[in-house]
């Protein structure tokens, strides 16, 4: 028997790594898996190209419980240890069995998804554990080995009697990490990091119907016939999938393997994904997945953080901002890639250049899956467009790059239910929404039903009338009239439609100047002045009397600041200011005017404004009581 000390350069290294090695102690198990994961990948690997002259077979990796024992068991069938080795990766801490095995074999190992992190991982160990021992054999011809360590520096090291190849982590719970002891508790840790890990991991027993037996007829005393019972066996609980879908390749899949997959990484999430867009480079980095479009909904805090981060299937994070764009945490699904280290600060990745080359590829991927939709059914795609709007506008608002390419697919929907892209909708309304500064004019609603009639009022006009209902549409077309030349958007109900696209030909008011200035005076008397800014225009005849708008950039601004920027205007605490437009050339503006008595001219004009107030739903408690009693004794 060899006693010794770990060749450390701390005097005592174990509180160290019980208190700082990780925040979260569960991680313990995902390391020794991982582990042993690689050990089973390298020898693997050896045997594929004739280095080690063993039988591969079907090895999986086994964890057990003795509750009574207070021990955790950690089961390899991999490549095992020479008690030579035990000294070298376990004792010397300062070296990486992984990092000299891929050195060795850099060119043949580069795709053996070998983990690579074999190490002070291990070490993770006593964390959870008073007493920690391996017993391990090599695929070598050699001896087994013992090696014990009770968390101080010393360690003991002899001769074992195992047999079989591989390695066995057996850890001495301490009384304080207990739950690592409760079956529920360790399923759940492998449930959580190691789902997908590329070699079975078995996790007790449990019972199913025998495959090989067929239930036979049978018929009872009385002639009635019933099937025998299932004949039950006993196997292995395999805990993982070993080869989930983003290892394949694409054409090896179908729809319905996508499918399946999005239900076993979202078994709660009863509703289908839209599509999904398959990841897969391996130049100028690694990285494969999966992502989904889930069903969006228009609101801005859906729950995010539902794409998994995995390093070489064993599960990292699902918290990928920094890695994944933003625009794109809203999306589901899974990445892998061997080139994010596993253990890493969130100022770390963020600063990482291999990382901010995995988010551009993963945009631009993306951009170029909705472009193939868009072009290969794009009746499919218009009738997805409400589902995904938010994620293709915010990701246009965030990301360059994204906008520029989001010119081939993004769609403006119209009031009547048509798609256009936006060279689509500028060459089809370019000729009519043109006004005399030769500027042309995009109008839009933001709600059919609230602004029903400004949106008769120009489609009357002839003119397209778009439907953009998103929460952040005021940062949207921000964005789209400081890109393109010589545009505007207007919401319909901003101003009486004549103002939102003024041609030459100007309409003459019936009221001479000293009417026009009887009339403002009376109004203004009338007429609540923190509400509303009266102002007099000569419309068509047919148009209506009052008509309440508000300012476009007044609005916007608040709507911006309401969904996060704008807030430099300081609109978010400003009262609610709206403009009161009144046709001069109406018939009951010069029934007002003319009107001999104040009191009569008073009731005219505020049934007029809340008739106005009542179309823009502004008319609210008291005051729309007071309309409708009013309203009733003016019947009568």
Same mark, same amino acid.
């Given at each position: 028997m060899t006693k010794g000390n770990i060749n450390v350069s701390v005097e005592n290294i174990f509180p160290l790594i019980k208190k700082f090695l990780y925040s979260d102690h569960e991680i313990f198990l995902r390391e020794l898996i991982s582990n042993a994961t690689d050990a089973t990948l390298k020898l693997k690997h050896l045997t594929n190209i004739g280095e080690a002259k063993v039988e591969y077979g079907n090895p999986k990796i086994e964890v057990k419980i003795d509750k009574d024992a207070k021990k955790l068991h950690i089961i390899d069938q991999g490549l095992g240890m020479t008690a030579e080795e035990v000294e070298k990766y376990i004792n010397e801490v300062a070296f990486s069995g992984a990092e000299e095995f891929l050195d060795k074999y850099k060119d043949s190992a580069k795709d053996s998804g070998i983990i690579g992190h074999f190490g002070l991982g291990f070490y993770s160990a006593f964390m959870v554990a008073d007493k920690v021992e391996i017993i391990t054999k090599s695929y070598k011809d050699e001896p087994a080995a013992h090696w014990t360590c009770d968390g101080s520096p010393e360690f003991t090291l002899e001769p074992a009697d195992k047999t079989e190849r591989g390695t066995e982590i057996i850890l001495h719970i301490s009384e304080d990490e207990k739950e690592f002891l409760e079956d529920s508790r360790i399923r759940e840790l492998l449930t959580k990091y190691n789902k997908f890990m590329p070699v079975p991991i078995k996790f007790g027993t449990k019972e199913i119907?025998?495959? &090989?037996?067929?239930?036979?007829?049978?018929?009872?005393?009385?002639?009635?016939?019933?099937?025998?019972?299932?004949?039950?066996?006993?196997?292995?609980?395999?805990?993982?999938?070993?080869?989930?879908?983003?290892?394949?390749?694409?054409?090896?899949?179908?729809?319905?393997?996508?499918?399946?997959?999005?239900? &076993?990484?979202?078994?709660?999430?009863?509703? &289908?994904?839209?599509?999904?867009?398959?990841?897969?480079?391996?130049?100028?980095?690694?990285?494969?997945?999966?992502?989904?479009?889930?069903?969006?909904?228009?609101?801005?805090?859906?729950?995010?953080?539902?794409?998994?981060?995995?390093?070489?299937?064993?599960?990292?994070?699902?918290?990928?901002?920094?890695?994944?764009?933003?625009?794109?945490?809203?999306?589901?699904?899974?990445?892998?890639?061997?080139?994010?280290?596993?253990?890493?600060?969130?100022?770390?990745?963020?600063?990482?250049g291999a990382v901010k080359k995995i988010s551009s590829y993963i945009t631009r991927k993306v951009a170029d899956k909705l472009k193939s939709l868009f072009n290969n059914n794009r009746e499919d795609f218009?009738?997805?467009?409400?589902?995904?709007?938010?994620?293709?506008?915010?990701?246009?608002?965030?990301?360059?790059?994204?906008?520029?390419?989001?010119?081939?697919?993004?769609?403006?929907?119209?009031?009547?239910?048509?798609?256009?892209?936006?060279?689509?909708?500028?060459?089809?309304?370019?000729?009519?929404?043109?006004?005399?500064?030769?500027?042309?004019?995009?109008?839009?609603?933001?709600?059919?039903?609230?602004?029903?009639?400004?949106?008769?009022?120009?489609?009357?006009?002839?003119?397209?009338?778009?439907?953009?209902?998103?929460?952040?549409?005021?940062?949207?077309?921000?964005?789209?009239?400081?890109?393109?030349?010589?545009?505007?958007?207007?919401?319909?109900?901003?101003?009486?439609?004549?103002?939102?696209?003024?041609k030459d030909d100007t309409t003459i008011s019936k009221l001479d100047e000293d009417q026009k200035k009887s009339l403002d005076e009376l109004l203004k008397e009338v007429i609540p002045s923190e509400k509303f800014m009266v102002q007099l225009e000569a419309m068509d005849s047919e148009a209506s009397p009052f008509i309440i708008t508000q300012p476009e950039f007044m609005r916007r601004m608040k709507e911006m600041q309401a969904t996060g920027g704008g807030g430099m205007f300081g609109m978010g605490n400003m009262p609610e200011m709206y403009n009161l437009v009144v046709n001069t050339n109406h018939d009951l503006i010069s029934e007002i005017l003319n009107t001999k008595t104040r009191k009569k001219q008073e009731r005219l004009i505020n049934q007029s404004l809340d008739l106005a107030r009542l179309s823009q739903g502004l008319l609210k408690g008291e005051e729309l009581t007071n309309f409708i009693k009013r309203s009733y004794d003016m019947i009568k």
């Open positions: 119907n025998d495959p &090989e037996h067929e239930p036979k007829t049978i018929k009872d005393k009385d002639g009635k016939e019933t099937k025998e019972p299932h004949r039950k066996i006993t196997v292995d609980d395999i805990i993982n999938n070993p080869e989930p879908a983003w290892t394949k390749q694409p054409a090896d899949l179908k729809e319905e393997d996508y499918k399946n997959f999005y239900r &076993e990484l979202y078994p709660m999430q009863f509703e &289908e994904p839209l599509f999904n867009i398959h990841l897969n480079v391996d130049y100028p980095f690694n990285l494969t997945g999966i992502l989904y479009f889930p069903k969006m909904t228009n609101d801005l805090n859906i729950q995010k953080d539902k794409i998994q981060l995995y390093q070489n299937q064993v599960f990292v994070t699902d918290n990928v901002e920094g890695i994944v764009p933003e625009f794109l945490t809203m999306l589901r699904g899974v990445i892998d890639s061997p080139d994010i280290p596993l253990n890493v600060s969130r100022s770390y990745l963020q600063a990482d218009e009738a997805k467009w409400n589902d995904i709007k938010v994620v293709i506008e915010y990701g246009m608002l965030s990301e360059e790059k994204f906008f520029e390419k989001a010119e081939a697919f993004a769609l403006y929907p119209t009031v009547d239910g048509k798609y256009y892209t936006y060279e689509e909708l500028y060459n089809k309304i370019k000729a009519n929404q043109t006004n005399k500064d030769d500027k042309l004019v995009i109008l839009y609603a933001a709600d059919k039903d609230a602004q029903h009639s400004y949106i008769e009022a120009a489609k009357a006009k002839g003119y397209e009338v778009l439907l953009l209902d998103s929460p952040i549409v005021s940062h949207l077309i921000q964005k789209l009239e400081t890109t393109k030349e010589n545009i505007s958007f207007a919401r319909v109900d901003g101003d009486h439609i004549d103002n939102l696209i003024k």
